[in-house]
């Protein structure tokens, strides 16, 4: 099964600061998706940004962006202009695209980066 | 729109009693997904179903069990609920591909916080 490292368990940033979120990878596949979803203390994941790897731009939405780097398997965000609403935790994700594949379409996700900002 | 609708939302349980979550979603997503969430352990799959009909083991099965109803239902029963299995439960959809509007990305519902005592 496909692996997401996410390294850093606590990040801190102050308001209007950048902030990057580190995620690698470990697949043998070509064609996947990646994304980052976004849980405050409500619960509720919120999708932040998605990438398909077949893609060479990297995806941005916003204040939210990606660096996206295939051969090195690496997917961090980068969070411009932090805001106190940016705060929750971050979870980077992978699923494959091919159909059937060996892992099906299992959407196997990092262990997660809480961000905290700071007035 | 609905989206991913679980129920229950909170449940306390004894040990060794059974109980199912259920989870509905309403749109037409051929792949369903359970996880549970503890602290410092990110979101770990219990089951998935690529498709009506079939279901494949995650990373963290024993002592579930899971039906694929139909495509909208995907239900998840703990047979002989044990402390261990006290956690957060999701569920969640998403499309095999891109769908019309080039959405990949899986939906979630509310979370299931179950306590076994």
């Known amino acids: 099964a496909q692996t997401v490292t996410q390294s850093q368990p606590e990040m801190s940033v102050q308001e209007a600061e950048t902030v990057t979120l580190s995620c690698t990878y470990d697949?043998?596949?070509?064609?996947?998706?990646l994304f980052w979803y976004k849980q405050p203390p409500s619960r509720q994941m919120i999708l932040v940004i998605r990438?398909?790897?077949?893609?060479?731009q990297n995806a941005t939405e916003n204040r939210f962006s990606v660096n996206f780097q295939k051969a090195a398997k690496s997917f961090s965000l980068k969070i411009s202009d932090s805001q106190l609403g940016d705060a929750a935790m971050y979870f980077c994700?992978?699923?494959?695209?091919?159909?059937?594949?060996?892992?099906?379409?299992?959407?196997?996700f990092g262990k997660g980066t809480s961000l905290l900002v700071t007035p | 729109n609905a989206g991913v609708t679980q129920t229950p939302k909170f449940q306390v349980l004894k040990t060794g009693q059974s109980m199912t979550l259920q989870c509905a979603q309403d749109?037409?997503?051929?792949?369903m997904y359970w996880y549970r969430q503890d602290p410092g352990m990110g979101l770990r799959l219990i089951y998935y179903?690529?498709?009506?009909?079939?279901?494949d083991k995650g990373e963290v099965p024993n002592g579930y069990n899971v039906s694929r109803l139909n495509k909208r239902e995907f239900s998840l029963r703990l047979e002989s609920a044990a402390p261990s299995q006290t956690s957060v439960y999701f569920c969640?959809?998403?499309?095999?591909?891109?769908?019309?509007?080039?959405?990949?990305?899986?939906?979630f519902g509310q979370g299931t916080r179950l306590t076994v005592v």
């Open positions: 969640a959809s998403s499309p095999w591909t891109e769908d019309r509007d080039g959405n990949t990305e899986a939906f």
């Open positions: 697949t043998s596949e070509s064609d996947y998706y």
């Open positions: 990438q398909e790897a077949y893609k060479q």
């Open positions: 994700a992978y699923r494959s695209a091919v159909a059937p594949s060996n892992s099906g379409y299992a959407l196997n």
């Open positions: 749109m037409n997503h051929n792949s």
């Open positions: 179903s690529a498709s009506e009909g079939t279901t």
